[in-house]
């Protein structure tokens, strides 16, 4: 019996520890990029309309200050809160043009004409936006934005860590916006 409750101890301190850790490392040499939306403020609730529960479309995203020299900007959002792993990828798009703005709804298909060139890769097991919709309590979801100085050579087969590998030595600047979206009850 003290075996079992040694290892349900440890199970939990395991998880506990992982919880809102992420994967996703950035030199601190790094330029800084302030990152906002009008869906939400950082740290604030993302509305339903940018979830599973609603319309599941990408909130618009306002970079500032970006770099002269930007050629490109990807995208990855994880769920920071899921106990299992690090985290859980949502989205994952690379390619987009380097711009301040980048209008909401950039999430069904592969193609996205608005924002020409730009990839989605795979995450949550589909090429497009998967907005938050945790199965218990209420998760952080992080936006990270990566701000290249050229375009990548993947096909929308990749994925997270296939787009993590190919940015390295290109990111001239990276932000983070973070919001939270509560399990709701049925």
């Not at 980048?102 to 298909?109: A, C, L, T």
């Not at 993947?154 to 979206?181: P, V």
Request: charged residues 20%.
């Amino acid at each position: 019996m003290a075996a079992i409750l040694v290892v349900l101890v440890l199970t939990a301190v395991f998880f506990l520890n992982k919880r809102g850790q992420t994967d996703i490392f950035v030199d601190d040499s790094i330029p800084r990029l302030t990152v906002t939306s009008s869906a939400f403020e950082n740290l604030g609730a993302i509305p339903d309309k940018h979830t599973g529960r609603g319309e599941d479309i990408s909130p618009d995203l306002q970079l500032s200050e970006l770099a002269e020299s930007a050629v490109s900007i990807a995208i990855i959002m994880d769920d920071l809160d899921v106990p299992w792993k690090s985290n859980f990828t949502h989205w994952v798009i690379w390619n987009i043009p380097a711009a301040t703005y980048i209008p909401e709804g950039v999430s069904h298909g592969e193609a996205i004409p608005e924002l020409d060139g730009a990839v989605q890769g795979v995450a949550f097991g589909r090429n497009r936006y998967r907005g938050p919709m945790p199965p218990f309590g209420t998760h952080r979801y992080q936006f990270h934005v990566f701000v290249l100085d050229s375009t990548l050579d993947l096909d929308s087969s990749c994925g997270k860590s296939d787009l993590l590998n190919a940015m390295e030595g290109h990111i001239l600047q990276y932000g983070t916006l973070t919001g939270w979206y509560p399990r709701k009850s049925n």
